[in-house]
């Protein structure tokens, strides 16, 4: 039994995606922990904070590391945070005077918001990607069908006749808008973590900012100052998913209405019935509704997250913890069926 619908042994085959699933798996998040750690002992060397021999060896390790994840969940529960018993293995690991040099300067922090940045970037590209097949699909359904007429309808009674590329217009746009919001994130939204222990990198001196860089170009992030408590970025992300699924919950009521009416819109597929053996459900689109108001509803606990007092937040950090998978896997499930429940449309309009 699983307590997430998104992993869940049948509820997933309906909500889950094994793509964004493996982003946010404990195996995914070490991964990217351990490039933290690694990328930092390189960007500290370049920048004479630590002995290159040093950074070569802990690079070394990260490869070939292997946790003891039994020990850094006993670790979380006192510590609530894993970095702490990470490092310490890894030091073990590494043995030696470069032991000493791991995690130089950094705190716990700061790995797990560059893991999930890593991660999150991920999942952002594979979502515009993913957005792009939506709005093809749909582009395939205005070249055929388009100059066909619908009812127009406002506050749901028909209103003046409008034609099928008119309210297709009101599904592809914001799908558009939202690709490019995603793909600007690249630059503008994805950046390392590095500000040690209170956010000033103390033990680093005048070469902050410098290292901060280079370890950022060894991610692949944008260089930011640090943000420990400064969580608009996340919100921002968090946001972002939102707007998609709700976008796309947009599309999933029309096509629940329009396959209500019943002559307006033909689609292939469709749910049974156990009890109505004549019936196909427009599931696809009735689940893109529910998985709107889902995440809508998880984007106010990440807007309570902003609220990160003083120089670090152990409360509003969990929080993100618990909110942030759910709704990657929320966007992840719409996109997987908005894409199945587009591809499901065999006619729209009238003759």
């Given at each position: 039994?699983t307590?997430?619908?998104?992993d869940?042994?049948?509820l997933s085959?309906?909500?889950?995606d094994e793509?964004v699933?493996?982003?946010?798996s404990?195996s995914?998040d ?8 690694a990328a930092?002992a390189r960007a500290e ?6 002995p ?8 070394e ?6 946790p ?5 969940k ?5 510590d609530?945070?894993v970095v702490p018993?990470?490092?310490r293995q890894?030091?073990a690991?590494?043995?030696g005077e470069?032991?000493e040099?791991v ?5 716990s922090?700061d790995v797990?918001d560059?893991?999930l940045?890593l ?7 594979l ?14 359904c205005?070249?055929?069908?388009g100059?066909?007429a ?5 506050r ?5 006749p409008?034609t099928?590329s008119?309210?297709l217009?009101?599904?592809?746009e ?6 490019d919001?995603?793909e600007?994130m ?7 973590q590095?500000?040690?222990?209170a956010g ?11 290292v901060r ?7 692949g992030?944008a260089?930011?100052p640090?943000w ?6 996340v919100a921002?992300?968090a ?5 998609v699924?709700g976008s796309?919950?947009?599309f999933?009521?029309?096509?629940a209405l329009?396959?209500?009416q019943g002559?307006?819109?033909e689609l292939a597929?469709?749910?049974?019935s156990s009890a109505?053996?004549?019936k ?6 009735e ?7 889902f995440n809508?509803t998880q984007?106010?606990?990440m807007h309570?997250?902003?609220v990160h007092e003083q120089?670090?937040s152990?409360?509003a950090?969990t929080l993100?913890w618990?909110i942030m998978p759910?709704m990657a896997g929320a966007?992840?499930?719409a996109?997987r ?5 587009a ?6 309009g009238?003759?």
């Amino acid at each position: 039994m699983t307590y997430s619908a998104f992993d869940h042994p049948y509820l997933s085959g309906l909500l889950g995606d094994e793509a964004v699933a493996a982003e946010f798996s404990a195996s995914a998040d070490i991964h990217a922990m351990l490039a933290f750690e690694a990328a930092l002992a390189r960007a500290e060397a370049v920048h004479d904070i630590i002995p290159p021999s040093a950074a070569d060896r802990i690079t070394e390790a990260c490869r070939a590391f292997s946790p003891d994840v039994i020990a850094l969940k006993r670790a979380m529960g006192v510590d609530g945070v894993v970095v702490p018993e990470l490092v310490r293995q890894l030091r073990a690991a590494v043995g030696g005077e470069a032991a000493e040099y791991v995690h130089y300067g950094a705190t716990s922090q700061d790995v797990i918001d560059t893991s999930l940045m890593l991660r999150m970037k991920a999942v952002a590209e594979l979502f515009a990607v993913r957005l792009g097949n939506v709005v093809s699909v749909l582009e395939e359904c205005d070249s055929e069908w388009g100059d066909r007429a619908l009812m127009g309808r406002t506050r749901m009674q028909a209103a003046i006749p409008i034609t099928v590329s008119d309210r297709l217009r009101s599904w592809i746009e914001p799908l558009l808008d939202h690709m490019d919001r995603l793909e600007a994130m690249d630059r503008d939204l994805f950046a390392v973590q590095f500000g040690g222990a209170a956010g000033t990198l103390d033990k680093l001196d005048d070469r902050a900012d410098e290292v901060r860089a280079t370890l950022a170009e060894e991610l692949g992030l944008a260089d930011f100052p640090q943000w420990h408590s400064q969580r608009s970025e996340v919100a921002d992300f968090a946001s972002a998913l939102s707007l998609v699924t709700g976008s796309l919950g947009k599309f999933g009521q029309d096509v629940a209405l329009m396959a209500q009416q019943g002559d307006e819109i033909e689609l292939a597929g469709g749910g049974g019935s156990s009890a109505m053996a004549h019936k196909q459900n427009p599931v696809a689109a009735e689940v893109l509704v529910s998985l709107a108001r889902f995440n809508a509803t998880q984007l106010s606990g990440m807007h309570h997250a902003l609220v990160h007092e003083q120089e670090r937040s152990g409360a509003a950090w969990t929080l993100e913890w618990l909110i942030m998978p759910q709704m990657a896997g929320a966007t992840a499930a719409a996109l997987r069926l908005a894409a199945e429940l587009a591809s499901n449309i065999r006619r729209l309009g009238r003759d």
